[in-house]
C-alpha cells in the first residue's frame, strides 16, 4: 500500500458543529503532517507529527484540534469553525531521515475539502 | 523560518517547446528541494527533488538545478506536452527534527501548454 487514505473527501459543517477528518497509511512512516491549502495557494503546514507525538504546531488556532492515535492514523478534530477555514486539508507521511528512501517517501492525501456555513 | 520565492506565477508554451520555473530559498540550513505538480482537484504529486549535494538531477523530460550559493533552484521540462499543464509547486526542507520533514512551499506557477 503506497497511499494516503483521507475523509471524508467533502465535508460541509455549521460553524457550531463538531467533525473530524481521518487519515490513515500503511506505508511505515513515522512523521505525518496536517496542511490547509486555499484555492489558488501553496499548501500550508499546520501540524506536524514524529513518532505519534506532536513536534510542531503552526500558530494554528485551538478550534483545530489534531490527534494521532496510532502509527497509522491521524485526525484533525475541528470546533466552532469560521467561514475561513474553508480550504482543502491535506494529510501528509514520510519516510524517516536516514532511511535512505528516495524523496523520503513523502506522500499527500487526496484531501478534504471543507466548507464551513 | 524558511521562505520560498516562485517565479513566473504564470507560464504558457507551446507543445513541445520548454519550460522553466525558478524558485529561491532564504535558509542557508535548508538540503532537500521537492517538486509537485498538482492538477485541479487534486493532490500534489512529487515529480522530482533534489538534495543539497547534487546540482542537478534528470528524469526523462524534467530536470531540477541547484545552485546553493546563490539559494536557487530551477525546474525544466523539455517538450513539453498538453498533459503537463498543471500547478507547479516548488518547496524546501531544513535539515530535519526527529522524523519529521516541514515543507515550506513556493507560490506556486500555473503552466499551460497551448496544443
Known amino acids: 500500500d503506497t497511499e494516503v487514505t483521507q475523509t471524508p473527501k467533502h465535508l460541509v459543517m455549521g460553524m457550531t458543529n463538531k467533525k473530524s477528518l481521518k487519515c490513515e497509511q500503511h506505508?511505515?512512516?513515522?512523521?505525518m503532517y496536517w496542511y490547509k491549502q486555499k484555492a489558488k495557494k501553496p499548501p500550508e503546514l499546520m501540524f506536524v507529527y514524529s513518532y505519534e507525538k506532536l513536534s510542531i504546531n503552526e500558530s494554528v488556532p485551538s478550534r483545530f484540534s489534531p490527534e494521532c492515535p496510532n502509527s497509522s492514523l491521524l485526525n484533525l478534530h475541528l470546533h466552532a469553525l469560521q467561514p475561513e477555514d474553508s480550504a482543502l486539508y491535506l494529510c501528509a507521511s514520510s519516510h524517516t531521515p536516514g532511511t535512505g528512501r528516495p524523496g523520503f517517501g513523502y506522500t499527500f492525501g487526496s484531501g478534504t475539502r471543507l466548507t464551513v456555513v | 523560518g524558511e521562505n520560498v520565492e516562485q517565479h513566473p506565477s504564470t507560464l504558457s508554451v507551446q507543445e513541445g517547446d520548454s519550460a522553466v520555473i525558478k524558485c529561491t530559498y532564504s535558509d542557508s540550513a535548508s538540503n532537500y528541494f521537492p517538486w509537485y505538480k498538482q492538477e485541479l482537484g487534486k493532490r500534489p504529486q512529487l515529480i522530482i527533488d533534489i538534495r543539497s549535494n547534487v546540482g542537478e538531477k534528470k528524469d526523462q523530460r524534467i530536470a531540477v538545478t541547484l545552485n546553493k550559493t546563490a539559494k536557487h533552484f530551477s525546474l525544466h521540462i523539455t517538450e513539453t506536452q498538453p498533459e503537463d499543464s498543471a500547478v507547479y509547486f516548488c518547496?524546501?526542507?531544513?535539515?530535519?527534527?526527529?522524523?519529521?520533514?516541514?515543507?515550506?512551499f513556493g507560490s506556486g506557477t500555473q503552466l499551460t501548454v497551448l496544443p
Open positions: 506505508m511505515g512512516h513515522r512523521a
Open positions: 518547496a524546501a526542507s531544513p535539515r530535519s527534527s526527529g522524523s519529521a520533514r516541514q515543507l515550506t
